[in-house]
């Protein structure tokens, strides 16, 4: 990232019969979510994350599915 910017990196996955999905650092039951929407979710925990860790300038990256 450029300087002074902090790089932000999500993915989520599912798992067919499985009932957790993953988001990179933990698992949650997102009972029937689609790949798409377990991503949305990754999304918003990291910039919830960085929102909490003061993050001001910030650059974001998704793994296309």
Known sequence: PPHGYVKLNFDG???LNRPAAAIGVGALNLDGAT???VELVALKERLVFAKRK???KLMV???PS
């Open 13 to 15: 996955s599912v798992r």
């Open 35 to 37: 790949t798409s929407v």
């Open 54 to 56: 003061g993050v001001k």
């Open 61 to 63: 990256e998704g793994v």
